[in-house]
C-alpha cells in the first residue's frame, strides 16, 4: 500500500510523528491481562486488533521497537511514548493497540486473554460513579486547555 486513499481505518500516536493505516478490517480484536501487557501498556490491559501484515501499513514515521521477549516485539513512538503494537518476530501479523485508532469505538472486542493476570476490580467499573471530563473539570476550566495532541486523522 503506498498511500492511505484505499484506507479503512487508520490511527497513530498522541504526537502525530507515527501514523498508521489498514486496507482490510482487522482479522480478530481481543482484550489481553496478561501481565505482560500490564507493564507495556502502563494499564489494567490492554486491547489489540489483529491485522495481517499485508493489509497495514506506517504511512507516517517509524516506530521504536523493544523486544519484550524471546518471541515478540512491542512498537512505540519514540517522541512521545505511546505504545503502538504487539508482534510475534517474523510473524505474519500486528496486533495494533486500539485506543490509537482515529475511531476505536470501532474496535470491538470478542475474546479476552491472559485472564490469570485479570485484576479484581475491572469488571465492576461499569458500577463505578461517573463523570464525562466536562463534569470534572467545568466547562470554565476546559475552555482554557489546549490540546497538544494530534487530531483523530491524517
Ligand atoms: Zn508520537
Ligand atoms: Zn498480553
Redesign the pocket.
Known amino acids: 500500500m503506498s498511500d492511505t486513499a484505499k484506507a479503512v481505518l487508520t490511527g497513530g ?6 501514523r498508521f493505516a489498514l486496507t482490510a478490517p482487522p482479522a480478530k480484536i481481543s482484550i489481553c491481562h496478561c501481565r505482560m501487557c500490564q507493564k507495556a501498556t502502563g494499564a489494567p490491559f490492554a486491547s489489540f486488533a489483529d491485522i495481517a501484515k499485508d493489509d497495514f501499513t506506517w504511512t507516517k514515521g517509524t516506530p521504536a521497537a523493544f523486544r519484550s521477549s524471546s518471541i515478540a516485539m512491542r512498537d512505540f ?1 519514540a ?2 511514548g ?1 505504545p503502538l503494537s504487539f508482534r510475534r518476530i517474523e510473524g505474519p501479523h500486528i496486533e495494533i493497540m486500539t485506543g490509537t485508532f482515529d475511531r476505536p469505538d470501532q474496535i470491538v472486542p470478542t475474546r479476552q486473554y491472559g485472564t490469570e493476570s485479570r485484576l479484581g476490580w475491572v469488571v465492576g467499573i461499569a458500577n463505578l460513579p461517573s463523570q464525562t471530563t466536562q463534569q470534572n473539570y467545568g466547562s470554565e476550566k476546559m475552555a482554557t486547555i489546549v490540546s497538544h495532541q494530534h487530531p483523530d486523522h491524517d
Open positions: 500516536c498522541q504526537c502525530g510523528a507515527v513512538c517522541a512521545c505511546t
